[in-house]
T-cell receptor
Framework: LAKTTQPISMDSYEGQEVNITCSHN???????ITWYQQFPSQGPRFIIQ???TKVTNEVASLFIPADRKSSTLSLPRVSLSDTAVYYC???????????FGDGTTLTVKP | EAQVTQNPRYLITVTGKKLTVTCSQN?????MSWYRQDPGLGLRQIYY???????DKGDVPEGYKVSRKEKRNFPLILESPSPNQTSLYFC????????????FGPGTRLLVL
């Protein structure tokens, strides 16, 4: 499993764009990159997933450079409700062991 | 509605009293997994199952047992709970194959006295 490294915490203000970067130097060929969001006392929730280049959905974008050794989750115009822990998960997914890492605590201020 | 359910949601018990936390999914997923979450330690995988009758250890399996007799159910068993198993537990399920994601249950908060 590729080990991931994320910033422990980030602060932002409402309406700003937030970028959270995850390093995964040992990513394997078959690994996907998935981001989850977790609110206190709730289970993680899928946000976005990608393999290479850029992926966008209704809530976020995921940027993956050509070497795939890192990825950046981009949240446009955050609101107070985006305050949560964000996890980057790298792997073949559901192929066995799953390691979430420490996550990034994002605090959005008014 | 596609979902993962866990029962009970909250449980207070005493050391040594066997307990089972149930997990059920209605999405016909092959993969199921149990995690525990403790302050400052993030999500740690306890056990996972690739399919019926196939289970394997995660990162912190000590003190836990699991079984997968049916595709939809994946109970977590604590034969002799201890206070260090006080935690928030999450069950998850997902399809297999590249690109599949995990769907998490609402969590079970366990206090072992």
């Amino acid at each position: 499993l590729a080990k991931t490294t994320q910033p422990i915490s980030m602060d932002s203000y409402e309406g700003q764009e937030v970028n959270i970067t995850c390093s995964h130097n040992n990513i394997a060929t078959n690994d996907y990159i998935t981001w989850y969001q977790q609110f206190p006392s709730q289970g993680p929730r899928f946000i976005i997933q990608g393999y290479k280049t850029k992926v966008t959905n209704e809530v976020a974008s995921l940027f993956i450079p050509a070497d795939r050794k890192s990825s950046t989750l981009s949240l446009p115009r955050v609101s107070l409700s985006d305050t949560a822990v964000y996890y980057c998960l790298v792997g073949e997914h559901n192929a066995g062991k799953s390691t979430f890492g420490d996550g990034t605590t994002l605090t959005v201020k008014p | 509605e596609a979902q993962v359910t866990q029962n009970p949601r909250y449980l207070i018990t005493v050391t040594g009293k066997k307990l089972t936390v149930t997990c059920s999914q209605n999405m016909n997923h092959e993969y199921m997994s149990w995690y525990r979450q403790d302050p400052g330690l993030g999500l740690r995988q306890i056990y996972y199952s690739m399919n019926v009758e196939v289970t394997d250890k995660g990162d912190v399996p000590e003190g836990y047992k699991v079984s997968r007799k049916e595709k939809r159910n994946f109970p977590l068993i604590l034969e002799s709970p201890s206070p260090n198993q006080t935690s928030l537990y999450f069950c998850a399920s997902g399809g297999q194959g590249l690109g599949e994601t995990q769907y998490f249950g609402p969590g079970t908060r366990l206090l072992v006295l």
